[in-house]
């Protein structure tokens, strides 16, 4: 009998191990079966079931087919849709788990790839090339790249293939997109009125202003709860990078400009940042600065907002912290030192290039495509964007002018435009060109508000003509580019905020550049350079 026992543990332990070799990433599926579909007609004669991950807003609901905006589309098509649906800030690692074990759903909505994942997971074979099903079953799609056919270049990865279907959306083009800047800075010039300012021109006059803030109860409520200037500390549209182009090239979120001459350049290796963390950390010496600025949430950063707590503080757009009233406006850029005005371009672009993947466990490529398309057609891209109209139980985005065909954005009332989109949208893929604009939809509200300031406050103030590209790296270029960002940027990170409230840089600086190389910036710096060459001459 014991022999009998030994002799089960060891079959056990080898099924196993056998088990888990012969499984691989294709031993399991959370795809759909064949349904035999070809030559497929929207709508479908019977109705037709996908699997889908995506991930959506906490304020959005759970079951994405709760928006009116899939409810349509299910009866337009005849498709019905089955969701793994995450939060975002569960998403990612929920989407690693389910590709490394091989729950594949048939597509990924929302996918948010970056180019190293759509080229490692279209090497090992886990997402398919699209742009057969793209010229076969997708004359939406089709009909963007022949209208803007850039994009069909940015797009296609270094080998040729294209492995997902993009966001794009145009707000204008060149300095005067949208994306020029993201980090403006909003003055309470409620406060300045009150206290009988003017609106500063050079950083010296913000200093004065700032302290004005904090000493002379602008509020004038006889309580020192002012917070004369405020951030979050490396965090995109809330950095405070905007005010470093006051002391040279600037600085934006991933610390690169392009000069005029084509040449790629570090900003946070530059003179002019150090110079910027200098004024910095005189500003954080007088007491000026949010004590939290170098640690708090996005959920504290408009709570003090929505209080007017601020006196400057910096984000895309106002209405999502302090809302659109006139207590705030935007700080034109400051003169430094030396006297000139500039302004860092922010690499922002409308495009997103992994919005949508399918997967290699997908038996049903040709309806997949199809029902995709339809996310192109503009109407609809219009609606995956922004939102809907005739919604009974949100706050609609449009109004559906049947005779124009055409949508048009309502009044928000207040509302905050980003929760609305959140609650109501699916975030794509999807292409708004600039020509949609007066034809299949109005301009957002905000959005025409936003160009209007850039193109009156900062556009003129842009030097530097060019800007950094979406570059598709090579799996190759991209691997070794990650691998430098991870500690290269953390360390720059970590150095921005301990100078911001220590100070020292001087002493600091030869020993910090030194170590900028020893963490590969040299090489970093040359991949960026040869895939802004590679991009910009193709």
Known sequence: MKKFYKLLVVF????????????????????????????????????????????????????????????????????HIDWKNYTKDQFI???????????????????????????????????????????????????????????????????????????????????????????????NVEWLNNLGLEMPTTTEELKEVLLAFKTQDPNGN?????????????????DPAFLFASFGLGDNWDHTVV???????????????????????????????????????????????????YGLYFTWDKGNITGMNDSYDVMPPLAGPSGEVNVAQTNGFGLD???????????????TAKWIDQLYEPLQSVQNNWGTYGDTEQQNIFEFDEAAGMLKHLALDGAAPVEIREKTNVAGPLAILDEYYGKYTTKPDDAAWRLDILKDVIVPHIKAENFYPPVFFSLEEADEKSKIETDLFAYVNRKRAEWMTNGNIDAEWEEYLAELERLGLSTWLQIKQDGYDRTVNQ
């Open 12 to 79: 056990l332990a080898f099924s196993v191990v056998l088990s888990g070799c012969v499984g691989g990433k294709s031993s399991k599926s959370s795809s759909s079966e064949d349904l035999g579909l070809k030559d497929i007609k929207f709508p479908l004669e019977e109705k037709a079931t996908l699997h889908f991950m995506t991930q959506s807003s906490a304020l959005a609901p759970t079951d994405p087919n709760e928006k009116l905006i899939y409810q349509r589309l299910e009866e337009e098509t005849g498709v």
């Open 93 to 187: 690692e929920k989407r690693n788990l389910a590709l490394a074990s091989g729950e594949l759903p048939d597509a990924i909505l929302d996918a948010a790839f970056s180019d190293y994942d759509l080229l490692k997971y279209a090497k090992d074979g886990t997402i398919v090339p699209v742009e057969d099903l793209i010229e076969q079953y997708m004359p939406n799609l089709q009909k963007v790249l022949e209208q803007a056919p850039e994009y069909k270049a940015m797009i296609t990865a270094p080998d040729g293939h294209i492995y997902s279907f993009p966001w794009i959306e145009e707000l204008g083009s060149g300095k005067e997109r949208i994306q020029v800047v993201d980090d403006l800075p909003w003055i």
């Open 222 to 238: 006889g309580e020192a709860d002012e917070i004369p200037l405020s951030f979050i500390i490396n965090h995109g549209g809330e």
């Open 259 to 309: 000069t005029d001459e084509g040449e790629v350049v570090f900003t946070a290796a530059q003179e002019g940042y150090k110079e910027g963390m200098k004024f910095f950390n005189e500003l954080h010496e007088l007491g000026l600065i949010d004590v939290e600025a170098f640690e708090h949430d996005w959920n504290k950063y408009v709570a003090k907002g929505k209080d007017h707590k």
């Open 353 to 367: 290039r992994g919005r949508m993947v399918i997967t290699s466990a997908n038996k049903n490529l040709e309806l």
